[in-house]
């Protein structure tokens, strides 16, 4: 089993230096996969979540490319109806082409009413439109001649709802749910299943982006995420996930304090005491 790494590509701690010791640092502990998130304007619905500045997705994973070396960058996740279907297609197969195949696209249909707003995108559309958006683009990708997608860039579907469901079966090389309990991904995974078998598709590979929040004592309850508490119950819950069939996991060591930013070295003592236990 794979395991990323989501890296704040916002908040006032943030600095071009910054991401580069993430990425370095990310790579260095031997995780496979480096993700960063998406937004375009930081309206107030945003910012309460993602503080700025926000680095844009697609030019931070290009400068984070010509920083590392062999570790997967993706994102997680990039709000489709954002931008034209045909500047993204291009934008992730040149980057996947210039990384040398390393990126994973996980994308969604987002959330933030506010920021549709600004950007003039219909908010109550942006279901069918991310369906639409997303065909145009693997229609785009099969030109390999003028796109050079290298048989087409990975796409991950982010989302629980049953449209994002049928979107991760009809769409998807993985379903990317993001920070739930287990028992929900358990739940929701089975449901997935059922929906490949009534559309006569095979089902995606399982990819779950978990909360990373080691604690010194353990945290119980029905409420309790994926990847919180102490670093045995961190280490338990993605040998569940594995069982569970999940071919990558990503740890997400984002806690919702802005200040968080600006102190990075606990975000990487976490990642680094999951790795010296990672499992097979």
């Not at 089993?1 to 640092?25: E, Y």
């Not at 969604?108 to 600004?118: D, L, M, P, S, Y």
């Amino acid at each position: 089993m794979r395991l990323g790494v989501n890296v704040p590509n916002f908040g006032p701690g943030t600095t071009p230096d910054v991401l580069r010791r993430w990425a370095l640092t990310v790579e260095g502990l031997g995780f496979d996969l480096l993700m960063v998130s998406d937004h375009v304007v930081i309206t107030p619905d945003v910012a309460e979540q993602y503080p700025p500045p926000f680095y844009e997705p697609f030019t931070t994973l290009s400068w984070l490319a010509g920083a590392t070396t062999g570790i997967t960058l993706g994102t997680t996740v990039l709000i489709v109806p954002y931008r034209h279907p045909l500047l993204v297609a291009r934008m992730a197969a040149n980057l996947h082409d210039l990384s040398g195949g390393r990126l994973v696209l996980g994308v969604g249909a987002g959330w933030a009413r506010q920021e549709f707003e600004a950007l003039g995108v219909a908010h109550e559309r942006r279901g069918k439109l991310t369906d639409e958006y997303l065909a145009a683009m693997r229609d785009a990708w099969a030109d390999e001649r003028d796109y050079r997608a290298r048989g087409g860039v990975p796409l991950w579907i982010g989302g629980g709802s049953p449209a994002a469901l049928r979107r991760a079966v009809r769409f998807g090389q993985a379903w990317h749910p993001l920070r739930n309990t287990l028992p929900w991904l358990r739940e929701t995974w089975a449901r997935l299943q059922d929906v490949a078998a009534e559309q006569e598709r095979p089902a995606p590979a399982l990819a779950p982006r978990i909360l990373l929040r080691i604690t010194p004592k353990p945290v119980t309850g029905p409420e309790r995420r994926a990847g919180e508490g102490t670093i045995e119950q961190v280490v338990e819950d993605l040998e569940e996930l594995r069982l569970l069939g999940a071919e990558t996991v990503v740890l997400d060591p984002f806690h919702e304090d802005p200040a968080e930013t600006l102190r990075p070295e606990a975000a990487w003592e976490m990642l680094a005491a999951v790795a010296a236990r990672r499992p097979a």
